[in-house]
């Protein structure tokens, strides 16, 4: 028997009815070796050796493994061809006892094609890519395990610093305050409605003298009233009409990047939730591998899918020859493959998967088709207008042939203007001037974030989920009512405080240089320990000096005239992961904290008659109200409370929603509008 190892049971399901008898395929579920989670695991001293440990819950499958691996005539190491796939291959070999007596295959799809190709081409474990993952993993956890015992001794416990996740909270703290700065400038636009005929169009001002006018030029109102004066009485004649056709391509396939950014504008999914599923098209064969940088494709889909758009659409639907992209992204893995259907001729309709796995399939297989069908071309006509010593411009466009489009349209605005032809004369129905202000710089969403990162060359495909899911779930940013990111307090002092004290851990262009480094060391250039050292110890000197001159009390806490009520020490304010609130100085000793936020309600609790009902926080941000004399007393609502009482049982009434109010006790259904009398 010839054992196959995967990183998942779903996998090995998939590639155990593709291989039959023969193969018998397990699942390593994931990494069996990784560094202790109780320390950093790390010998400094010893080479930066680390100190690797089977975690627990793999232990009972790394034993199914070892006996299994021990029955079987070869055993054949099938994790994914990325540095995570080849650090899980190294790690098995070194449990299971296997020195030359394995096989390593990868392939980029999980088709019986691609596995029995990867079984005659059998290699050995590509050490430098598991040195670079090893990098990466040493690098992280002393950021995190050194770093972020700073951050609980010098403002609050709980809060983490990462080396990537670090500079992107960077980007949303600082594109918030680029917002904060940011000061309207007023300008004005002049429209011509013009005639031809029984025809009206709009023109727009854009020159003057023959030169062009800039967008900001005119400054206001009375700038804008002067041109108008100008032109009145003037002649529009038409000056040149140009007409031409313009045709426009495909995007190239998806990469993480892209389908992340894509699935976040048009399905709304998540980063994390994007690559889950894509996850689940992969390991059931519906996909190609879904981590990767790369706009390669394979010469067998490049004609697979010439052959489905010609069946499918017409011999005027394929553009001819196949289209190759090159990819612009930093340090991409160009072996690699562009995330595309495993078989381009199944259609999203003749395949059986969830809704959600479903909807992301279609955009993969419709981006992938389209990559390879015509060009759309528009027939476009623009006429430049002369009115005096002003010149006006109008364009229009008609799409003339839809290619691509025709799969996956691209937001377009046709436009249609009648025939005009130089020499003509146009009649003037009204002239508006239109006040416009500038805007300030869009927050990140999801989709900009990402992009954002790629551009920097910060993290590489397998990092963006986790990045954007890191700083959400530690509160350092939260998404506002646009779904757009925006820093929290906990999340800029955090900052402002690694800006400031440790400047290149959070330095962009560092933490890119970085990443080439890490590529480097993948491409057998640069060996791991060099890369750890050039970066430890200047790090630590200044964490070392941190500690000593940073006080938590210029960063966390804020005197006030409150008195503890349980010790009559003096109450500060202090900064807590979610949010300040007042806490007794005498701590730990006294251990009373309050709410800011304590006096809105006015609200005595009804359980304990002595506490008030305050607005807290669970641990995932969600807000409730609890008893002020918690943990004495344990009530809490998690809607609003009003004050009043329901009049079936008694129990607190409480808002629901914007327009009702309703009793807090789940039995009873009492329920009113808030217009009408309680």
């Not at 021990?70 to 299971?96: F, M, P, Q």
């Not at 697979?304 to 991409?332: H, L």
């Not at 060996?527 to 000197?541: A, N």
Request: aromatic share 10%.
């Amino acid at each position: 028997m010839n054992l196959v190892i995967v990183e998942s049971p779903t996998k090995s399901k998939t590639i155990s009815k593709l291989l039959g008898k023969d193969y018998k395929v397990l699942s390593s579920y994931g990494h069996v070796r990784d560094l202790p989670k109780s320390k950093l695991g790390i010998d400094v001293e010893n080479d930066f050796k680390p100190e690797y440990v089977i975690p627990t819950r793999a232990r009972k499958n790394v034993n199914l493994l070892k006996k299994e691996a021990k029955e079987s005539k070869n055993v054949i190491l099938a994790t994914d061809e990325d540095r995570e796939g080849e650090a899980i291959a190294y790690h098995l070999s070194y449990i299971l006892g296997l020195k030359d007596n394995y096989q390593r295959i990868a392939f980029h799809e999980i088709t019986e094609s691609a596995i029995r190709e990867a079984l005659k081409n059998p290699r050995k474990i590509n050490m430098d890519l598991v040195d670079a993952q090893q990098a990466r993993r040493m690098l992280d956890r002393i950021v995190g395990y050194k770093l972020s015992p700073f951050l609980w001794k010098k403002i609050a416990r709980g809060l983490s610093a990462g080396r990537v996740q670090s500079v992107a909270l960077r980007l949303v703290v600082e594109r918030e305050r680029e917002i904060e700065k940011f000061k309207p400038q007023e300008y004005w636009s002049v429209i011509a409605l013009l005639r031809k005929d029984v025809n009206e169009f709009e023109a727009s001002l854009v020159k003057k003298d023959g030169k062009p006018i800039d967008k900001l030029e005119i400054k206001n109102e009375q700038e804008a009233k002067k041109i108008l004066g100008e032109l009145e009485g003037a002649t529009y004649e038409v000056e040149s009409v140009e007409k031409k056709e313009v045709s426009r391509s495909p995007l190239p396939p998806f990469t993480t990047s892209t389908l992340q950014q894509e699935a976040s504008k048009k399905l709304g999914y998540s980063a994390k939730f994007t690559m889950s599923l894509a996850q689940k098209l992969y390991e059931n064969g519906f996909i190609t591998y879904h981590r990767t940088d790369s706009l390669n494709l394979s010469e067998q889909s490049l004609f697979a899918a010439k052959d489905f758009i010609i069946k499918e659409y017409g011999e005027k639907y394929w553009e001819g020859f196949p289209r190759r992209f090159k990819t612009k992204s930093k340090g991409a893995q160009e072996a690699h493959e562009a995330i595309r259907p495993s078989y381009p001729d199944k259609t999203p309709e003749s395949l059986k998967m969830d809704e959600k796995q479903h909807r992301l399939y279609v955009l993969i297989w419709k981006r992938f088709v389209a990559s390879q069908m015509s060009k759309a071309v528009f027939n476009t006509h623009t006429a430049d207008i002369r009115a005096g010593i002003y010149g006006f411009r109008v364009s229009g466009q008609i799409l003339k042939f839809d290619g691509f489009l025709r799969i996956y349209p691209i937001k377009f605005e046709e436009k249609e203007i009648p025939e005009l032809k130089v020499k003509d004369i146009l009649d003037l129905k009204e002239l508006k001037p239109e006040q416009h202000f500038t805007q300030p710089p869009a927050r990140y969403n999801e989709a900009s974030l990402i992009k954002a990162l790629e551009e920097n060359g910060i993290g590489r495909p397998s990092t963006y989920a986790p990045i954007l899911s890191n700083i959400q779930d530690r509160n350092y940013i939260e998404k506002n009512e646009q779904r757009r990111f925006q820093p929290t307090e906990i999340g800029t002092v955090v900052n402002d405080l690694l800006v400031e004290n440790f400047p290149q851990v959070v330095d962009i262009n560092f933490t890119a240089q970085m990443e080439e480094e890490l590529d480097k060391v993948a491409q057998g250039e640069k060996k791991l320990l060099p890369v750890i050292e050039e970066f430890y110890d200047p790090f630590m000197d200044n964490l070392e000096e941190k500690y000593k001159s940073i006080e938590k009390k210029e960063i966390a806490e804020t005197p006030t005239d409150k008195i503890c009520p349980k010790c009559s020490s003096p109450l500060i304010i202090k900064l807590g992961r979610y949010g300040r609130f007042y806490a007794c100085s005498n701590f730990p000793k006294c251990k009373y904290t309050e709410s800011l936020e304590q006096n809105n309600l006015n609200i005595q609790c009804p359980k304990c008659k002595e506490g008030e009902l305050v607005p807290k926080r669970t641990r995932t941000k969600k807000v409730f109200y609890g008893c002020s004399n918690y943990p004495k007393c344990d009530y809490a609502l998690w809607y609003k409370p009003t004050g009043k009482f329901c009049p079936k049982c008694n129990a607190m009434l409480v808002e629901s929603g914007k327009k009702w109010i309703k009793c807090s006790n789940k039995e009873c259904v009492y329920k009113v509008e808030k217009e009408e009398k309680m």
